[in-house]
């Protein structure tokens, strides 16, 4: 039986601007769990320059690590109760992340389908940090002893890796129990968004066409013309679940539905059964302003004072160094480090 007390942790990366995939995936889930336990959201900008990085990148980077953080708070995340800090302002996450370098396994990280996805036809091409991600992922997790970690569905790999590492170092260091094996919260009916203008790919940031994600900074008018001229099929909605089986689209709709509502799949498709697309459009249009536009305009006055959200961090950035600290003194004495 583990005796770690319950914590959450988890992180997304300040590159381009977040999307509905993020917020029904996992921010609004961080919200629900702060009042579950306690809670620590991470803005991971050193994940952000796996991929690109130098001079041209700096003040965007910079910009997106503010945006990411006013998105958390404009979602519902507590700043007062909740720390909010970026992954750069404490180094106990890099100082972990090369300990564990040394337990994970170059056969474990080859097995890692982001990677292979994100660098593309040329590997030799990918910066060593793309390879190495999901063990900076495992420290940013471990350095607190967190004990579960709300994602979306496509991080479910990067966190059986985080439990493997977690094993070993205990395992290795003969210090049972030392590190917890952290669960993925995966829950909710949109745990996998998908592109709006393709059922079977995931809705995501790089994807080349904006008609295919709705973006949490989008207008009233951008988000329901993106709704009008998502992909369908020709078929009314169905009256039962099964129904949706086959019919990617007209799933992820419905999913999309029910996750913004609060309500589950079964209902959504109950209320909308026989219907065609374009009333249930006009519904989904109609919710998704409602509940996306006021978080857009929180961002935006949030925003109008970086100061403000750069003391936030800091702010959130001490309160996790207070916790990471002596983690990582416990963890330099398991491995021999004289400190
Ligand atoms: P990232 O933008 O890659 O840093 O992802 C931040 C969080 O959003 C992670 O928990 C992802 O699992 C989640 N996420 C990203 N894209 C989607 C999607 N299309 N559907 C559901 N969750 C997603
Ligand atoms: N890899 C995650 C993503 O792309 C982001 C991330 C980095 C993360 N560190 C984390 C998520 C720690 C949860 C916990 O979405």
Redesign the pocket.
């Known amino acids: 039986m583990s005796t770690h007390k319950q914590l959450v942790?988890?992180?997304?990366?300040p590159t381009n601007t977040l999307h509905l995939g993020n917020y029904l995936g996992?921010l609004k889930n961080w919200v629900r769990m702060q009042n579950e336990m306690p809670c620590l959201f991470?803005v991971?900008d050193m994940?952000a320059i796996t991929q690109d990085v130098g001079y041209g990148r700096r003040k965007e980077l910079t910009d997106a690590t503010r945006e990411v953080a006013a998105a958390y708070i404009a979602a519902g995340v507590d700043p007062e109760r909740t720390p909010i800090f970026n992954?750069a302002q404490v180094p106990e996450h890099a100082e972990l992340a090369w300990i564990f370098n040394c337990v994970a396994r170059l056969g474990w990280l080859d097995r890692m389908t982001?990677f292979k996805e994100k660098s593309g036809k040329h590997k030799e091409r990918a910066s060593v940090g793309l390879y190495t991600?999901?063990v900076?992922?495992a420290a940013?997790?471990l350095v607190y002893k967190a004990t579960h970690?709300?994602?979306?569905e496509?991080?479910k790999q990067?966190?059986e890796l985080s439990r493997d590492i977690a094993q070993k170092f205990n395992n290795d260091f003969q210090a049972p129990d030392f590190f917890p094996l952290p669960e993925p919260v995966i829950t909710g009916p949109a745990t996998r968004v998908m592109s709006l203008r393709d059922g079977t790919k995931k809705m995501s940031k790089s994807d080349e066409s904006d008609y295919s994600r709705i973006n949490l900074t989008d207008d009233a008018d951008a988000i329901a013309q993106k709704i009008r001229k998502a992909k369908t099929d020709p078929d009314p909605l169905p009256d039962a679940k099964k129904g949706l089986e086959g019919r990617p689209e007209a799933e992820n709709l419905i999913n999309i539905y029910a996750a913004l509502s609060d309500q589950s799949v079964d209902a959504t498709v109950a209320q909308f059964a026989g219907q065609q697309f374009s009333g249930f459009k006009n519904a989904l249009a109609d919710l998704a302003v409602a509940r996306l536009t006021p978080i857009a305009a929180e961002m935006r006055r949030l925003l109008a004072d970086p100061g403000e959200i750069d003391r936030v961090l800091k702010s959130g950035a001490d309160r996790a160094r207070a916790l990471a600290a002596p983690v990582m003194a416990e963890v330099k004495k398991l491995v021999g480090f004289i400190a």
């Open positions: 942790l988890s992180g997304m990366q996992a991470c991971v994940h992954q982001q991600y999901p900076l992922m940013d997790i970690v709300p994602v979306g496509d991080q990067h966190l």
